[in-house]
């Protein structure tokens, strides 16, 4: 933690005021995201501005343990995560978090609000707003408000630029290919490697893929994602296709069962294929088990399917964020700004989430734009302000040649 905390400026000056002026006094914060070092820097924040914090994991193996507890015995904090939690105690520790009668839900996936919705009367009574941190959360709580079924306001933190843009192609491009190298200690130069799907995460992930040396195959289902793939000059063809030709292959799609049976027919031996997805659900591992003949840990992070064709594929991190599951999730230095809006998200609903509808929320185009300006200043970099004149030809219609 004291390595990172340099590297989170923009969240340390948060904190620093909010020190100060409190304004989650008296907040009971329920946060279900990944237990890391940059994670316990939020929580840290939180208290400081008076919330009354509680941590779950929200993924089963992206907990680092030694960071649960320190935030329990040094800090004094609720913390019910333990890497390699099995499903049910998954669910009992979002349950011990949300019994604590929350205030405000902080998600990275939308699991305590899933559970909140499922169980409204035992767990919905006192919460007045919640944040999400990831597109699939986002697309979880979209699917609630579209059926009229959503019950609180809820901040979509993802959709922020200083969030998806930085975080989900810079944070998402390095950690994934340091979970990759983590794992396997494979040469990526001449490697072909296989992105499937070019959201943010793909994009970035694509893009340092391409830094190290490999031969970057694209897959996408949307046409003009698709394009942006194939003018940003990566080859992009059918998954069904780029499977036979991948060395290393990464789902990156938030859908299910996007590599199936006959995807793992296809692949050559020896093939490595991993998950940067929210959910372990990319990944059709049962089907992957139905066609071997023995699945073995190779070494820590990797399973080794032996099919009954004879060849190899070599899963890494249990299909889940190989990333957080084979190395530590992405740097300070981009976390700073996702959870600065995380921690900016709470104060405006401390303060107005009574007064909002429940549906979902952008973070307020201002709050995006400081956070920005202070991760530049904080960088020591300038850019420069429109003069007045130039403020009035951007503003007006009448001006042309
Ligand atoms: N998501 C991706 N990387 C993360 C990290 N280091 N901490 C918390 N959530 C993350």
Known sequence: MDWAEPQMPVLLRIRARAAKQRPLKGVRVACCLHV???????????????????????????????????????????????????RATYYEHIKAVLARRAHITMDDGADLVSTVHKQPGRFGGSVIGGTEE????????????????????????????????????????????????RATNRLLAGSVFVVAGYGWCGKGLAQRARGMGAQVIVTEVDPIKGLEAVMDGFQVMPLGAAVRR?????????????????????????????????????????????????????????QQYALRSGRTVNVLGEGRLVNLACAEGHPPGVMDMSFANQALACEYLAKRGRRLEPHVYPVPAEMDREIARLKLASLGIGIDRLTPFQKRYLSSWELGT
């Open 36 to 86: 890391t070092t940059e994670t316990a820097h939020l929580m840290l924040t939180l208290r400081a501005a008076g919330a009354d914090v509680a941590l779950c994991a929200s993924n089963p193996l992206s907990t680092q343990d030694d960071i649960a507890a320190t935030l329990v015995k040094d800090h004094g904090l609720a913390v019910f995560a333990v890497r390699g939690e099995n």
């Open 134 to 181: 990831t597109t699939t959360g986002v697309i979880r709580l979209q699917s609630l408000d579209a059926q009229g079924k959503l019950r609180y306001p809820v901040i979509a933190v993802n959709e922020a630029s200083t969030k998806h843009l930085f975080d989900n192609r810079y944070g998402t491009g390095q950690s994934t290919i340091d979970g990759i190298l």
């Open 246 to 302: 991948a060395d290393i292959l990464v789902t990156v799609t938030g859908c299910a069962q996007v590599l199936s049976t006959r995807h793992f027919r296809g692949m050559k031996d020896g093939v490595i294929i991993a998950n940067a997805g929210h959910f372990d659900v990319e990944l059709d591992l049962g089907a992957l088990k139905r066609l071997s003949r023995r699945v073995r840990v190779l070494r820590s992070g990797i």
